[in-house]
């Protein structure tokens, strides 16, 4: 994987963690706290999910052959998982759910539901899988799938610890606008899983 490979791979890991939509949601989950305990819940989190994204990124394929579980399998599956994501983004329903977890967790929320299941959930685990799964990866593409994971993961840290003004800048419209968007780009990219599974398996 060269660095124009890490593109769509830096997409993929964008639109699934969403870290735009993470910060309002973030502001909720955070309300009535000091700025000082804000950035501890902010790094907190970010620090949880790191661990786990490089842990299924490195011995995701080892847990799937445990369970026998193809590679082909497991990239048609996250791909319908991560073509629901979309979904609920494109109407609303991830946001909805989120805030429903925003209301019911509000003390300490970095480790749940902030790094599990809002940053590292099953669509970022299940990429992570798939990215550092790939046909013909060595170790330097495995090793650069997991910087553009950091990269996202630093995002979502710029982001939350951000939030507020980045709310007022874009306000309730442009927030949806931009879901949207990534909705419809996580689509595409959950399509293509599936059709890389199925060409996998020699079925087109």
Do not use: N, W, Y
């Not at 998982?81 to 209301?103: H, I, N, P, S, V």
């Amino acid at each position: 994987m060269d660095l124009a490979a890490a593109i769509p791979a830096f997409v993929a890991l964008f639109v699934v963690i969403d870290p735009v939509g993470l910060a309002p949601i973030f502001i909720a989950l955070t309300a009535g706290q000091s700025a000082g305990r804000r950035r501890a819940i902010a790094f907190r989190s970010v620090i949880v999910a790191l661990g786990i994204l490089t842990l299924f990124g490195i011995a995701g394929e080892a847990v799937l052959a445990f369970l026998g579980i193809s590679m082909p399998a497991f990239r048609m599956a996250g791909g319908i998982l991560l073509f629901l994501t979309a979904l609920d983004m494109l109407f609303e329903r991830r946001t909805q759910r989120r805030e429903g977890k925003a209301d019911a967790h509000a003390e300490d929320p970095s480790v749940f539901p902030l790094a599990i299941p809002l940053i590292a959930g099953p669509g970022s685990i299940a990429t992570m899988i798939l990215l550092a799964g790939a046909d013909g990866a060595e170790p330097l593409d495995i090793l650069l799938v997991h910087l553009v994971m950091v990269a996202v993961l630093a995002l979502v840290l710029v982001l939350c610890l951000l939030a507020a003004p980045i709310e007022r800048l874009l306000g309730r419209t442009g927030i949806v606008v931009v879901t949207r968007l990534l909705g419809m780009l996580l689509a595409a990219l959950s399509v293509q899983f599936v059709i890389d599974g199925l060409r996998d398996l020699q079925v087109i």
